[in-house]
């Protein structure tokens, strides 16, 4: 496989998981944390990280509208929901480094 089409593949799984977790607002970060060790904050960091190394500056709130499809702030006040105390144990449990 040539390395544009590589690319071109990875963007579009990219997309695909932006868009099903656009459909998947039920499922909440610490769901997220808890379970797979990684959430859209996460992914939205990584990609500012990716962004910077190839000298685009992008901030942080930039690079979580492009996860959130939306400004985080009004993510959280349309979609999060407080954590239970047993989403809170079970990360507390697993302390993922995030």
């Known amino acids: 496989m ?5 690319t071109e593949l990875e963007a579009a799984a ?3 998981l932006l868009k099903h977790l656009d459909e998947r607002k039920d ?3 610490i769901d997220m944390m ?3 060790g990684f959430c859209r904050n996460c992914l ?3 990609y500012a ?4 190394a190839r000298g685009v500056e992008m901030d942080k709130e ?7 499809g939306m400004p985080y702030a009004e993510w959280k006040a349309k979609y999060q929901t407080e ?15 995030h």
């Open 2 to 6: 040539s390395e544009p089409t590589q």
């Open 14 to 16: 990219f997309r695909r």
């Open 27 to 29: 499922v909440q970060n």
């Open 34 to 36: 808890n379970l797979a």
């Open 44 to 46: 939205s960091r990584w």
């Open 49 to 52: 990280e990716e962004a910077a």
């Open 62 to 68: 930039a690079a979580r509208e492009v996860v959130y």
């Open 83 to 97: 954590a239970s105390a047993d989403q809170k144990a079970a990360f507390e449990a697993s302390k993922p480094d």
